[in-house]
């Protein structure tokens, strides 16, 4: 029925799946932690790349199809790519150096965020304390 690149496809379209549960369900649900503008951004891009991952593996196609998709692949996970080491650069700037409206800002707050806890995990524990609170 389904060829071994369909199913390779269909199995990074259900990873993508995962992903976006975990951060949806999992981390703001049972955790309670607030997405970042980067964080949601990032949802987008791997909601993207799931989707061209289940039109890849639904739809059988020879070999340009199969190139013509993995251009498109290609570019929805360049784009989540950058969108992640952008948002790791900007937890790691120092407090105050990054613009408003990033993660660095979000993280000011005193709202709990899935950024003020994954960036407070490399800090000293001081600092740690003054990220959560």
């Given at each position: 029925m389904f060829d071994r690149r369909q199913k390779i496809n269909l199995a990074c379209a259900l990873v993508c799946a995962g992903m976006l549960g975990f951060?949806?369900?999992?981390?703001?649900?049972?955790?309670?932690?607030q997405p970042c503008p980067l964080c949601m951004f990032q949802r987008v891009c791997i909601a993207v790349l799931g989707i061209v991952f289940l039109f890849a593996g639904l739809h059988r196609v020879r070999y340009g199809g199969a190139i013509a998709y993995a251009v498109f692949i290609f570019v929805a996970a360049t784009a989540a790519t950058?969108?992640?080491?952008?948002?790791?650069?900007?937890?790691h700037q120092p407090p105050g150096t990054?613009?408003?409206?990033?993660?660095?800002?979000?993280?000011?707050?005193?709202?709990?965020?899935?950024?003020?806890?994954?960036?407070?995990?490399?800090?000293?524990?001081?600092?740690?304390?003054?990220?959560?609170?």
């Open positions: 951060a949806i369900f999992y981390a703001e649900g049972v955790l309670g932690l950058w969108v992640a080491a952008r948002h790791v650069w900007i937890q990054v613009p408003a409206g990033n993660c660095a800002a979000f993280r000011a707050k005193s709202v709990k965020t899935h950024c003020a806890t994954s960036s407070a995990s490399a800090r000293s524990p001081l600092t740690r304390r003054r990220a959560l609170e």
